[in-house]
């Protein structure tokens, strides 16, 4: 799932990234902006750097990867056999908020926001 939610908008942005810088070098600072479309489902699972594919069982990975499953009882259910579906798609959402914190970061001297956004309701967090 990272692959199709995360890597391929990552590719896509870094093959545009010529025009947005050109396009920001005309524009009134932070007008330019990169926007990543996340979710809150991002909220079910931080980065498993050591296990990105979840080819492990999550007792198999360190604590500071594992998901709080009490926050969400039902999810290990929402798979396909024992292929977290649910997990891994909040983990790719994760990567989607993740990147657009560094391309912030990296591109506001050069004039350009970017944005991870939740395209769903408003939540009072």
């Given at each position: 799932?990272?692959?199709?939610?995360?890597?391929?908008?990552f590719?896509?942005?870094?093959?545009?990234?010529?025009?947005?810088?050109?396009?920001?070098?005309?524009?009134?600072?932070?007008?330019?902006?990169?926007?990543?479309?996340?979710?809150?489902?991002?909220?079910?699972?931080?980065?498993?750097?050591?296990?990105?594919?979840?080819?492990?069982?999550?007792?198999?990975?360190?604590?500071?990867?594992?998901?709080?499953?009490?926050?969400?009882?039902?999810?290990?259910?929402?798979?396909?056999?024992?292929?977290?579906?649910?997990?891994?798609?909040?983990?790719?959402?994760?990567a989607?908020?993740?990147?657009?914190?560094?391309?912030?970061?990296?591109?506001?001297?050069?004039?350009?926001?970017?944005?991870?956004?939740?395209p769903?309701?408003?939540?009072?967090?």
């Amino acid at each position: 799932m990272i692959f199709v939610n995360h890597l391929g908008p990552f590719f896509f942005t870094n093959l545009l990234m010529e025009k947005v810088l050109a396009a920001a070098s005309d524009a009134t600072p932070l007008t330019t902006r990169i926007v990543n479309v996340s979710s809150f489902a991002h909220n079910t699972s931080p980065m498993r750097w050591s296990d990105i594919n979840f080819d492990k069982k999550e007792l198999d990975v360190p604590d500071d990867e594992k998901t709080d499953l009490s926050q969400f009882p039902s999810i290990m259910k929402w798979g396909i056999k024992d292929y977290p579906t649910w997990l891994t798609y909040g983990q790719s959402k994760t990567a989607n908020a993740l990147f657009a914190v560094e391309l912030a970061k990296r591109l506001k001297n050069k004039g350009i926001a970017a944005f991870s956004l939740h395209p769903g309701g408003l939540h009072p967090y």
